[in-house]
């Protein structure tokens, strides 16, 4: 359904000296520099998946889906969507795919969501009665009755994402892609999102790539995801092969007496924890230990606490998705 192949980007910037002098040298003898934003990516995506779509900030994740989308150009390499390459016909290939960037709106400000659908609905060519069920559903799922007559500028963030995503969805694309649906939402309309993709995916078989920042997303809707970072691939696979390659971290959580501070701290050093395989917080009496169980056993940390201080409480447990996520990153892998 996707294909991405050893794709490319490179934006040239214009460097220039500080100060206004530095600004006119610019406009004369403009100094480029060369970034690369996306480095040699390639993955394929098979009808039907929802694929997590992640990485750092600046990782390249967002030029990757405006390649995909044809709003911009691979300085090389290729994507194929359907059979299509974006930038070659965007005219048709733009009602087979949905877009929504969840830091900008593509609807009318002005307008009450009414009018923009009717206006989507013209541009996209769908037919009276197809619409009016289509209306019918989105508005179902995304919950758009209270808020349907208000002009967009009037809306919640909330209200207007859920917009955006039904403007996306109006003309029954194959493929929706959704950059930071979720961004900056509340839990409850996280959930109505998370529901509403949930739902297209399974009636229709909309292949989505979505990318996020929000881990729970990724739990609730992604059996596989690809990671890059610097414009590179990181990691693809299913979320499950992610959790068992990387997930040897363990948090082990106990409550103690404050006196003894000198032997709570005293791990690191005792096993020689490198930093990334190691972590330690404090709450009051409180006390979380994050640790690599691959460099040391979990009975061995528990021996060794038992031994050392006295606790109470004492619980270890699989270090969640969200925490393997952030060592990944934080190595670059
Ligand atoms: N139009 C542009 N001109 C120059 N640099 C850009 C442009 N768009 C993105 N970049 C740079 O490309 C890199 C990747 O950006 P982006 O794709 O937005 O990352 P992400 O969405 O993963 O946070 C960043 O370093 C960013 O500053
Ligand atoms: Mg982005």
């Known amino acids: 359904m996707i294909y991405v192949e050893n794709l490319k980007k490179e934006f040239k910037k214009v460097i220039k000296d500080p100060g206004l002098k530095g600004s006119i040298k610019a406009l004369f003898h403009p100094k480029k520099e060369i970034i690369t934003a996306v480095d040699d990516i390639s993955f394929h995506v098979p009808k039907g998946e929802i694929l997590g779509f992640i990485g750092p900030n600046g990782a390249g994740k967002s030029t990757v889906i405006k390649m995909l989308t044809g709003i911009l150009t691979p300085t090389s390499g290729e994507c194929r969507i359907?059979?299509?390459?974006?930038?070659?016909?965007?005219?048709?290939y733009v009602k087979e795919i949905g877009v929504v960037f969840g830091q900008r709106t593509q609807l009318w400000w002005d307008l009450p969501l009414t009018e923009t659908y009717?206006?989507?609905?013209?541009?996209?060519?769908?037919?009276?009665?197809?619409?009016?069920?289509?209306?019918?559903?989105?508005?179902?799922?995304?919950?758009?009755?209270?808020?349907?007559k208000s002009p967009v500028r009037t809306l919640s963030l909330g209200q207007r994402m859920r917009a955006d995503i039904?403007?996306?969805?109006?003309?029954?694309?194959?493929?929706?892609?959704?950059?930071?649906?979720?961004?900056?939402?509340?839990?409850?309309?996280?959930?109505?999102?998370?529901?509403?993709?949930?739902?297209?995916?399974?009636e229709e078989n909309t292949t989505v790539i979505l990318t996020t920042?929000?881990?729970?997303?990724?739990?609730?809707?992604?059996?596989r995801i690809v990671m890059i970072d610097k414009g590179k691939n990181v990691f693809d696979g299913d979320l499950h092969e992610l959790k068992t390659k990387y997930g040897q971290m363990r948090e082990l959580t106990f409550e103690t007496d404050t006196r003894d501070v000198k032997n709570v701290l005293s791990y690191k050093e005792h096993f020689g924890f490198a930093d990334d395989d190691f972590?330690?917080?404090?709450?009051?009496?409180?006390?979380?230990?994050?640790?690599?169980?691959?460099?040391?056993?979990?009975?061995?940390?528990?021996?060794?606490?038992?031994?050392?201080?006295?606790?109470?409480?004492?619980?270890?447990?699989?270090?969640d998705i969200e925490?393997?996520?952030?060592?990944?990153?934080?190595?670059g892998v």
């Open 166 to 202: 039904a403007a996306s969805l109006l003309h029954s694309p194959k493929v929706l892609f959704l950059d930071e649906p979720t961004i900056g939402l509340d839990v409850v309309v996280k959930d109505n999102i998370r529901n509403a993709i949930t739902k297209i995916n399974a």
């Open 118 to 148: 009717s206006v989507l609905k013209e541009i996209y060519e769908v037919e009276e009665s197809a619409f009016k069920k289509r209306m019918a559903f989105l508005n179902e799922v995304l919950e758009l009755d209270d808020f349907i």
């Open 213 to 223: 920042h929000d881990i729970s997303d990724i739990e609730l809707l992604c059996k």
């Open 82 to 92: 359907n059979g299509k390459i974006p930038q070659n016909d965007r005219q048709n």
């Open 323 to 331: 925490e393997i996520i952030r060592r990944l990153y934080k190595q």
């Open 279 to 319: 972590s330690i917080e404090a709450d009051g009496s409180l006390v979380k230990i994050r640790f690599n169980s691959a460099v040391v056993p979990v009975s061995e940390m528990l021996s060794y606490t038992l031994q050392k201080i006295s606790v109470k409480d004492m619980s270890v447990k699989e270090a």
